[in-house]
């Protein structure tokens, strides 16, 4: 295991390192790995049995263990190319990752070595750091699989959260320096990973990248660059960006708009360009390292890297284009006043990017659905739909009891054409399974882009519908409510959580004693 103070040593000479110029990482393994020609006995190794049930070739994870001498060069090559940060070789290293090959039972050694691997080639160079790559999954929070039942989730956010809680922690063993959760497409799937990172590695710090699908600027859950940004603000990362995607030209407005919006460092390693017929990238490492020399001249990035296509000449050809070049500065993050990670209040310390003064909260709040709200001092009324309320509306409430949740999706869409800005769900009453309910109905309004692209308003009274309802919601919503009825414990408790799925609150004036009479 890694010391405390070693931990601690590496971070700070990252955040350093992030000050001084601008910081680069490596390029694709995937590129690297097939220009190997690996045989199926290369990815067996004496490991896997030649009978095992399932097909193993083309699992880049497995490696780690069956050919740690390739992963191993494939590091050093990018180091001796330039790269300041290598990624380790566990992309799909998940539970749910690996159940395609059948092989869940060795991800715990797959993160663990891919770790170990990329920690023995950086210390080699010396003064070079390893991010433990933390992937997609090849299923969806937000999204159903089933055409004809869009409420249905092939995984549950708790199973998401354990597949990555077991990944991270093999990563953090291996002695990882700070933790990548890459190429987001679907930003509750993140969430869970963040949670995970944040139970079983608090000490890493993250470094969150999203990757936006076509030229409309969204995420595959459909996303825009914004609200995907205020979904995980709540995470403190310290480092935000795009990847994967497009190409650099075209990833270019959707890193601008990152820089202008995170009080942060920004990150952009893009493909190769745009695949070609064949599935292949053409670009140079010349054509992509003038794009990121221009990215870097315009202020926008602190740490460029290449994705898809892309080469050790291309991290080459990036290293010299950006060499020289100063970082984009990082504006004084504002926090409102509330608890942190360690559950201390904070305030803004510095000048901050919209001019608040040194010392002073920001007055601006900002949620997610698809898309962002802001409210902020000129913002008038925020209208709130309620409809969607069974204590509140008999109509709403006699379709879910009725179990007809699609027709109850229709007042949410009224409500949304009303012009509500926020939409509030509860589900509290006596012949409901609540938490199912809740469950159920969110999973459903997910699917409808013109209800989801509003922030959810989770109502209950009830602690277990309310965790039920965030574990639902990829955007930033809002818990209505807690107070303090059960006493301080139980509330910070409760506030803790809420704050770790990245929602806001409503805290109603009561205590153990009664309603506040002031």
Known sequence: MVSKASRSKAEAALRNLLTERIVVLDGAWGTMLQAARLSPADYRGELIDPDHPNDVTGDPDLLNLTRPDLVLDVHRRYLAAGADITTTNTFTATRIGQADYGLQALVRDMNLQGA?????????????????????????????????????????????????AEQIAALAEGGVDLLLIETIFDTLNAKAAVSAAREVAPELPLWISVT???????????????????????????????????????MRPHVAELSRL?????????????????????????????????????????????????????????ARAVRGAAPRPVANRVH?????????????VGPTRDGTAAGTVASVTHFSGLEPLTIGPDSGFIMIGER??????????????????QAAVDVALEQVRGG????????????????????TFLNLIATEPEVARIPVMIDSSKWSVLEA???????????????????????LAQARAIRNYGAGVVVMAFDERGQAET
Request: charged share 20%; proline share 4%; with cysteine.
């Open 469 to 491: 309802g965030l574990k639902c919601v990829q955007g930033k919503g809002v818990v209505n409510s807690i107070s303090l009825k059960e006493g301080e414990e139980v509330f």
């Open 336 to 348: 409102a006043v509330g608890p942190t990670r360690a559950g201390a209040a904070t305030l803004a």
């Open 420 to 439: 509500a800005n926020l939409l509030d769900v509860n589900m509290d009453a006596d012949l409901l399974d609540s938490e199912r309910a809740m469950t």
């Open 388 to 405: 969607t309320n069974v204590t509140g509306s008999a109509r709403f409430r006699r379709l879910i009891e009725a179990g007809d949740f």
């Open 262 to 318: 995170a009080a942060t460092h920004v990150a952009a390693y893009p493909n190769a360009g745009l695949p070609n017929a064949f599935g292949g990238y053409d670009q140079t490492p010349g054509e992509m390292a003038e794009l990121l020399g221009e990215f870097a001249g315009a202020g926008l990035v602190n740490i460029v890297g290449g994705c898809c296509g892309t080469s050790p000449a291309h991290i080459e050809a990036v």
């Open 116 to 164: 170990r691997l990329a920690r023995q080639a950086a210390d080699e160079v010396g003064g070079r750091f390893v991010a433990g790559s933390v992937g997609p999954l090849n299923v969806t929070l937000s999204l159903s699989p089933r055409v004809e039942d869009p409420a249905y989730r092939a995984v549950t956010f708790d199973e998401v959260k354990s597949a990555y």
């Open 212 to 250: 936006i699908v076509d030229l409309s600027g969204r995420t595959l859950s459909g996303q825009t660059v914004e609200a995907f940004w205020r979904s995980v603000e709540h995470a403190d990362p310290l480092v935000v960006g795009v990847n994967c995607s497009l190409g650099a030209a075209d």
